[in-house]
């Protein structure tokens, strides 16, 4: 029995350093991991300017990489149309990287640079 309970302790102890190492290191999380592939609506290259009210494949590359690299507490449907849950969420994510022009709702080059790559305390890894 004490072999037993030794050795769950040893096993379970390992999975929560693992799991700490990869927070700590910023090592992709399995939504980080996801977002390479779901994200995929542009060309990363591809950085158009987005305003609310616009539509397309941009639109649903900016509410799917909220959903996959931010923290943003909402889930955004991914259906290409900015509205304003969309506008929250890019609100969010310029509020919280400090992105030249502030929180503007515009999707320019300062946001589109933090949507792929957030601070560390803005991403979803930090929440």
Same mark, same amino acid.
């Given at each position: 029995?004490?072999?037993?309970?030794?050795? @769950?302790?040893?096993?379970?102890?390992?999975?929560?350093?693992?799991?700490?190492?990869?927070?700590?290191? +910023?090592?992709?999380?399995?939504?980080?991991?996801?977002?390479?592939?779901?994200?995929?609506?542009? =060309? =990363? *290259?591809?950085?158009?300017?987005?305003?609310? +009210?616009? &539509?397309?494949? *941009?639109?649903?590359?900016? !509410?799917?990489?909220?959903?996959?690299? @931010?923290?943003?507490?909402? %889930?955004?449907?991914? =259906?290409?149309?900015?509205?304003?849950? #969309?506008?929250? +969420?890019?609100? %969010?994510? !310029? &509020?919280?990287?400090? #992105?030249?022009?502030?929180?503007?709702?515009?999707? +320019?080059?300062?946001? %589109? @640079?933090?949507?792929?790559?957030?601070? =560390?305390?803005?991403?979803?890894?930090?929440?």
């Amino acid at each position: 029995m004490r072999t037993f309970v030794h050795r @769950s302790a040893l096993t379970g102890g390992t999975a929560v350093l693992a799991v700490g190492a990869a927070l700590l290191t +910023g090592a992709p999380t399995a939504h980080a991991a996801a977002a390479e592939t779901n994200c995929n609506y542009i =060309d =990363d *290259a591809a950085r158009p300017t987005v305003n609310p +009210g616009s &539509t397309g494949n *941009a639109v649903s590359q900016v !509410q799917c990489l909220i959903n996959f690299y @931010s923290g943003y507490p909402n %889930w955004l449907e991914g =259906d290409g149309s900015y509205g304003a849950r #969309t506008l929250a +969420g890019v609100h %969010w994510v !310029q &509020t919280c990287n400090e #992105t030249v022009g502030g929180a503007d709702g515009i999707v +320019g080059p300062s946001t %589109w @640079s933090r949507l792929y790559a957030p601070k =560390d305390a803005c991403a979803i890894s930090a929440f």
